[in-house]
Antibody, heavy 121, light 108 residues
Framework: QVQLQESGPGLVKPSETLSLTCTVS????????WSWIRQPAGKGLEWIGR???????NYNPSLKSRVTMSVDTSKNQVSLKLSSVTAADTAVYYC???????????????WGQGTLVTVSS | SYVLTQPPSVSVAPGQTARITCGGN??????VHWYQQRPGQAPVLVVY???DRPSGIPERFSGSNSGNTATLTISRVEAGDEADYYC???????????FGGGTKLTVL
């Protein structure tokens, strides 16, 4: 079955750019949407945004100015960049396959195991 | 923007039925999805599109959605059901995903 694995630096300095990669195995990333979701310690889930394999994106309005997502179909990977990070961006970051029924529904299955990113100097 | 409201906690004895609500303005017109997150683990989809179950999810998990409230019902609750549960919708008016704040299910 499809499995997702997030990777990237676990520590990022304030004002720098957070960069993560999600590698998909057990299936092709083509013809699917892929989302990034984050969760600060002890708090709820926050959707960051999603990308289709064509490259089209939707971002959370609250993060839109700082988020860039990309896709590499040759490597079966999607990537997230979040610029100008602060301590408030410290969280576990998940990638997930986004099952979309245009225009009314979108749900996530499966999820990666998540990766903790700490923003600190 | 669209807001989903969940009770912070629900407690139930083993073998009983747990009901976790998710409130939102006219949520009955939206497609609601539910996730289970055990401590230290990633969320897992347990109900999608209001009431459908992914393969591998026990029949004890069911969902409903009408008016201003969606409900996740867990029958014959087991100790292993103790987890945080999140509801989620797609807000088509603003083109983004919305999560509820989460409900901690405690099995007494």
């Amino acid at each position: 079955q499809v499995q997702l694995q997030e990777s990237g630096p676990g520590l990022v300095k304030p004002s720098e750019t957070l960069s993560l990669t999600c590698t998909v195995s057990g299936g092709s990333i083509s013809s699917y949407y892929w989302s990034w979701i984050r969760q600060p310690a002890g708090k709820g889930l926050e959707w960051i945004g999603r990308i289709y394999t064509s490259g089209s994106t939707n971002y959370n309005p609250s993060l839109k100015s700082r988020v860039t997502m990309s896709v590499d179909t040759s490597k079966n990977q999607v990537s997230l960049k979040l610029s100008s990070v602060t301590a408030a961006d410290t969280a576990v970051y998940y990638c997930a396959r986004d099952i979309v029924v245009v225009p009314v529904a979108s749900w996530f299955d499966p999820w990666g195991q998540g990766t903790l990113v700490t923003v600190s100097s | 923007s669209y807001v989903l409201t969940q009770p912070p906690s629900v407690s139930v004895a083993p073998g009983q039925t747990a009901r976790i609500t998710c409130g939102g303005n006219n949520i009955g017109s939206k497609s609601v999805h539910w996730y289970q997150q055990r401590p230290g683990q990633a969320p897992v989809l347990v109900v999608y599109d209001d009431s459908d179950r992914p393969s591998g999810i026990p029949e004890r998990f069911s969902g409903s959605n009408s008016g201003n409230t969606a409900t996740l019902t867990i029958s014959r609750v087991e100790a292993g059901d103790e987890a945080d549960y999140y509801c989620q919708v797609w807000d088509s008016s603003s083109d983004h995903v919305v999560f509820g704040g989460g409900t901690k299910l405690t099995v007494l």
